[in-house]
């Protein structure tokens, strides 16, 4: 017999599913022909290993699943992959017909979902009761407005940035091919609060949060490369050395595959 547990979005008590942590997508599509995945970690000990399996654990419920699916990752999951829609130029990537919400949202619950995952691999991100029930509140519904006065994306801002080797060191191929797991720190500044990031398709997500931010300024400032509401996102192109922990992170991958005869 299964047991029944509690989904994480509707708090129901039914038989959860297998849910991805990360969307199953961006592994599949860098499996490629092996079905495998190059899996390496931060930490100088451990090895590359080769693996099929991406994060997933039971969390939702089949209806918060197909929700989250036809909401957010039907539109979320391809958009950095569009061709059609999109001008290019050496500075920025301006996706046209944007959808903000859809996009803002789906962002928003791949963050969530790493918050509230139990797995030893997303211990480091937690945010906290307070905000994991805003973000589901907001996922749940659909919407940004945490209440009449508060909107989400005045809490979490959102930046997007196109990282390529402006030196032509790296292949593209490569940069894009390396997705870099969810990671949280410090901005520059500890006054600035926190940040949380990943990096997938060439494209690095940087969340903002900040805690003590006054709620004046939370309304007002905006970030480097912030998505915001409009028809179009121009997302800056910018050189990977710019991004120390990529940058970093890039020749550690190389050099291990090196050592370990994977390239
Ligand atoms: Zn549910």
Not at 19 to 47: A, C, N, T, W
Not at 66 to 92: P, S
Request: aromatic fraction near 12%.
């Amino acid at each position: 017999m299964s047991s029944l547990l509690v989904c994480r979005l509707c708090d129901s008590q039914c038989k959860l599913q297998d849910s991805h942590i990360i969307p199953r997508s961006y592994f599949k599509s860098m499996k490629g022909k092996s079905g495998q995945l190059m899996l390496v970690s931060i930490d100088e000990s451990v090895d590359p290993a080769l693996s099929n399996a991406d994060p997933k654990e039971k969390l939702l419920c089949r209806d918060c699943e197909q929700h989250i699916n036809t909401c957010y990752e039907m539109y979320g999951t391809r958009f950095f992959k569009q061709h059609q829609k999109v001008t290019k130029t050496k500075e920025r990537v301006v996706f046209n017909q944007f959808r903000y919400k859809e996009f803002y949202l789906y962002l928003i619950s791949i963050l969530w979902r790493v918050s509230v995952s139990s797995l030893r691999r997303y211990k480091h991100i937690e945010l906290g009761e307070g905000l994991n029930n805003y973000l589901k509140y907001c996922l749940k519904e659909n919407t940004l407005n945490i209440n009449s006065h508060f909107k989400i994306d005045d809490y979490f801002k959102i930046s997007v940035i196109r990282v390529v080797d402006k030196k032509n060191q790296l292949d593209d191929t490569l940069i894009k091919s390396i997705f870099f797991d969810y990671n949280c720190e410090y901005a520059d500044t500890i006054e600035e609060g926190l940040i949380y990031y990943f990096m997938v398709d060439g494209f690095v997500i940087v969340y903002h949060f900040n805690p003590e931010e006054s709620i004046d300024s939370l309304k007002t400032k905006r970030k480097y490369a912030q998505i915001v509401n409009g028809k179009k996102l121009v997302v800056p192109v910018s050189d990977i050395r710019n991004f120390k922990q990529f940058a970093d992170g890039i020749s550690m991958i190389i050099n291990k595959a090196i050592n370990h005869g994977k390239l």
